[in-house]
């Protein structure tokens, strides 16, 4: 443990977000993901959920302000009734920490599993809320 | 994720328990101890306490029954006035899963630090309750 | 061993299906499958049976209600006449954990290989019967 | 799997057992034997008694006939009661495939421990019956 | 060395042939085949003929009788007048262990090299006889 | 680069940082220290000096409030009449991030690589000034 | 540390350069670049500027003079009004020790992120100035 | 070292030899010759010429006799008006050692990087002549 | 293989026997010597004998002439009447290829054991006489 | 390879040598020197003699000025009647490069073997004089 630096957030997932560069992407995948199958590197967080740790990094993750999108979910599947209410939660953290609104892009299913697969790393944590998964693309630290 | 087995539970703290014989022990240490100094194997589990972590494992995990004492405890360093409230906890715990007041040992803190060093491994929690740190030694299954 | 954990469960083999996530596959393969040519992740159980296995994990592990099948099966070779009553019994196995008929596909020799390849793991037991192998897709757990 | 093999052998310890020499010991261990811990070389044989396992390698492993005691089992702990039925079961099985009296050395657990941290090797089985670890020392293998 | 197993097999190709399945190939090649640069998995047999070999393996190693070929050998380069005796070798002692003659099949040059970075294992002998390059198909164990 | 964090820390003594307990010690070294004969973890901070490390490193890292001494420096070799400077700096740099005057212990030479040998980590730079290296411990992170 | 070498030059990178042969490229990348995502050999040298570096390696690595271009550099995104000021630094330095003028290479972002895939190494440093990237191909050393 | 084996060849370069097998070729590399970058194994024999190699390793390394070039060798870049001596050099050696005149292949240069990358082995040299790279076909050793 | 090179040395062999340095021991063991629990670096020659592979390697290994005994071999057991008509054979070998008459050593059975753990390398063969076990010291390779 | 390095020096060596600290000690090894025993980073130089390799490592190695001897070379063994003229090459090397005469500590041969052990690296030559193995103990880098 550091001070400053909260404890939820491991020694291994502050190397890796240190290691990634302008335009590399990380996921926070929810406690059902095939996270193991997919990641390059894989970060475990169990116990946790997405927005525990989304409140803990952003603080110190920028994210992209170049690209049109800095953050991707996973869109519903056509047919599906369910109205993700966690998203909600997601943006608001994210305005908290961000300052302005998420620039949020819809991603197909099998093109999220795709995407996470070309992600620097993947952060599986036990979030049990339906379509919960979430991308982030890192942007640019300034002076 | 499995049915029956707590999120919080890690795969390779599962792993590392199933192998663990009979007289093995595990550390679940606070925050600040040194785990990764003197772990022969490390789980991190951070952003937890420790006592979550007892209410997951207990279920499954036997204390041993041969031995004289099947809980470790650091004792408090002569001069200290602190009251370890977190051990009525473990107490508590322990007793609910186990149906039987555990029998505990009171460790001098650098004799509790060669027992960690030998230990078959250590979870590091970010436990911040003062004297938190716990040794459970495993006992047998038994059909 | 751990309570409540059937000891033919090898540490690595629950910690796999832990790692899994939904949507992946897991195949448990005869004793004469070519498991270790195959294999991303190879889980050995020599000396035992395919039922054996399947009624000690599936209490652990969801099959997926989502796709439209959670099982596969090699279907008989065209001109074979055998007919393999192993399948009854893992009907029986997969109806009394899961409380619901299996929803099986049979899949060609060859595209059984390709989807044993691309498996989360392969587990390899001595199973002799004929048509034996099966794999299984992992659902989702619900709190 | 190969003819005249026994499937319940594992390709790793057949591979153990070749490379063995004369003296050199190997431990059939139950399971709640604390295995991992102290194998240099772990071979998980779980879901099998170790009895099964004696009588598929005993026909390949040679017992050594030069030394005063090519069996070890752990003496009862002073104090106790039990009798190691399983004992008798162990020397029919050597019996019979060595074609003579086993020459049994009785050690003191915390001497078994020291023996099995030396040995070539430590087969982990499910066996659940009392004071069931057994140490084989290896023979010569002649002509 | 073991009991009952040729002292010319190595741990790691009795290891290697106990985990090849039905169908997984193992090629037994001379002394020039460039062995180091195909294998998958290499088991060197320096100073040994490939003859030598078979006599030891066959009575472990069952060859395929589903496939239309169990045995591979590369065909005489067109233009090349050596009539290969060494064949009449194989082919003898594959009917002695066998018990049937064997079912071989002609690979040209070029694939007989794509087969062998396919196998499952290369083992590389001294064997200095022309065209004494062999590939076996293994088969089915069965009670 | 992350926000908040100075680009001068990398990603690797970040991680060590954080996976650092009460009590362990941390070493940075100057130019010419053999630090990669002695370090069990080395960090490489080629090109900077130790003072720049200090103030990047102290807002994050407690100093041991706990033990005798938190810091510690090489004593100067008895003879020598080299009056180091460098140490002005480091009590200002200590001083200004750790709110207190550090409890500093002088270490003989030769102890000195003993403690360093022992370090959880050792960071070599290029400071070129004399009697530099500093070894800090760490101390604990409150709520 | 070594006569004769700039200390800002790490131990892998001053041997990362002698092992680089003709056509070989070595990329340094800004604080933001996705290096630790892109590089086939990751050389971390966080807190310097890429000026810093080049002013120490120009005097050991020879540029290319028999290729059309020895230098790339990111060409500015069309639309962009930025004047990367950092070229003329670059050019300087590489003038004065390479003695004449480098010959510069544009190359469009995308492309740019393709070459830094393919090329030797890549140094992230933590320079801050826009379009900071620079490609150097290694040359030829003549007696 | 070894009686009858020239100091000048590396254990490992030996090794190398020895694996090899008819077909499979070996590059012999100036250098400035990207060896590094290119080598599935890579032999560094700094400080020497390739002519010094070849006289020592050519009385061990039969070249092949049945293919139509056992050599290859960079051509002149069309344009270049070089001529590369050291050609004559290394006729003469092969010449010497091979008894007969050497079947040569001239490689256009990206050609000729082709093949060094499938290699089987790559010797980096420090040879300073010009066109001096070279491949060499491994033959067979008859009794 | 390689011309001059006997086909039983293997390649791992050879690079070992040219590691080895004035002083440095190797033992060729018997089939029953537990070679693979005492030896730093094993090199298997399963199915040849002793003699075999001394007479192969030893026009090129160097015995000791500085040391009193260049030659180890394992003294007969108190009370056994073996008499190792092995020692003749060797005896033969090393004056045929040493052109001077062995100086032997006979070193008690548990002794050579302790010298076989330190030896450089211990070479498994499947030589069946008895007491064949054997120490060689390397000597010096002069112009 | 670089300009200012000659390339005698591999870039492993060169790595070495940047990577040592004040007081680190490098071995340059005769050709018979068990160096593959000893050491516990070897650097291999086969067909170089030991002066060729002071000449180019010394204009960047610094002697240690500060110990009593910065050169260790291994005393003649008493009854030896050699004089090695080596030495005085190595001190003409040493005075040529340093500036001043060489400090020589004279080592018995097995306290030189117990040094070259705990040394940083051995660096193996094949150079074939008598007493040829020198130790040097790196010194400081001043500005």
Not at 2 to 13: G, N, S, Y
Not at 43 to 56: I, K, N, Q
Not at 85 to 106: L, R
Request: charged share 25%; glycine share 6%.
């Amino acid at each position: 443990m550091l001070k400053k630096i909260p404890p939820i957030i491991t020694p291994e997932l502050m190397k890796i977000m240190m290691e990634m560069g302008h335009g590399d992407e990380i996921v926070f995948a929810d406690g059902n993901f095939p996270s193991a199958a997919y990641a390059k590197r894989l970060v475990r967080c169990d116990g946790h959920t997405v927005t525990e740790l989304l409140e803990a990094i952003l603080p110190f993750f920028p994210l992209d302000t170049y690209a049109q999108h800095s953050v991707g979910l996973m869109s519903v599947v056509p047919g599906d009734t369910v109205v993700p209410t966690i998203w909600d939660e997601y943006k608001q953290v994210i305005a908290a920490y961000d300052g302005k609104e998420a620039k949020i892009e819809f991603i197909e299913r099998f093109d999220f599993y795709e995407r996470a697969k070309k992600a620097y790393a993947i952060v599986s944590t036990s979030e049990s809320a339906l379509y919960a998964n979430i991308i982030l693309k890192k942007g640019v630290v300034v002076d």
